[in-house]
């Protein structure tokens, strides 16, 4: 098991919860409405990648073959380019070009996707 992918899978998630508890409790009383959902967005596909990463590790450990890890490190990088992104365009209005870096992160996403499907297909057959 992928000891680096668990870890960063279990910090992603922590950060996820702790974000959006941030999010509900604090910036509701900061943020509009449209930089509130902005924010959300993030906190909502920080949370389902950080237990893909965890997957990715779990699935590491029975399936041999290198891109299931790939997939857990290509949801980290979609994480920090998607929602990083979204957080700072969230919180720092001024800052809008930031809004390039959100469609790269989810391109990280989908080859992570892919990665852990090839990665399955091609370690169970």
Same mark, same amino acid.
């Given at each position: 098991?992928?000891?680096?992918?668990? %870890?960063?899978?279990?910090?992603?998630?922590?950060?996820?919860?702790?974000?959006?508890?941030?999010?509900?409790?604090?910036?509701?009383?900061?943020?509009?409405?449209?930089?509130?959902?902005?924010?959300?967005?993030?906190?909502?596909?920080?949370?389902?990648?950080? %237990?893909?990463?965890?997957?990715?590790?779990?699935?590491?450990?029975?399936?041999?073959?290198?891109?299931?890890?790939?997939?857990?490190?290509?949801?980290?990088?979609?994480?920090?380019?998607?929602?990083?992104?979204?957080?700072?365009?969230?919180?720092?209005?001024?800052?809008?070009?930031?809004?390039?870096?959100?469609?790269?992160?989810?391109?990280?996403?989908?080859?992570?996707?892919?990665?852990?499907?090839?990665?399955?297909?091609?370690?169970?057959?």
């Amino acid at each position: 098991m992928s000891r680096s992918l668990l %870890l960063t899978g279990s910090i992603c998630g922590g950060l996820a919860v702790a974000f959006g508890a941030f999010g509900a409790h604090t910036l509701r009383e900061i943020l509009d409405e449209e930089q509130l959902r902005i924010y959300h967005t993030g906190v909502e596909y920080q949370f389902y990648h950080s %237990l893909a990463i965890l997957a990715a590790a779990i699935l590491s450990e029975r399936l041999a073959g290198k891109w299931i890890r790939i997939s857990g490190w290509l949801f980290f990088t979609g994480i920090i380019f998607f929602s990083g992104s979204l957080y700072v365009l969230a919180l720092i209005s001024t800052l809008s070009y930031f809004g390039i870096l959100t469609p790269i992160g989810g391109l990280f996403f989908l080859a992570g996707w892919t990665a852990l499907a090839a990665g399955t297909y091609t370690a169970v057959k």
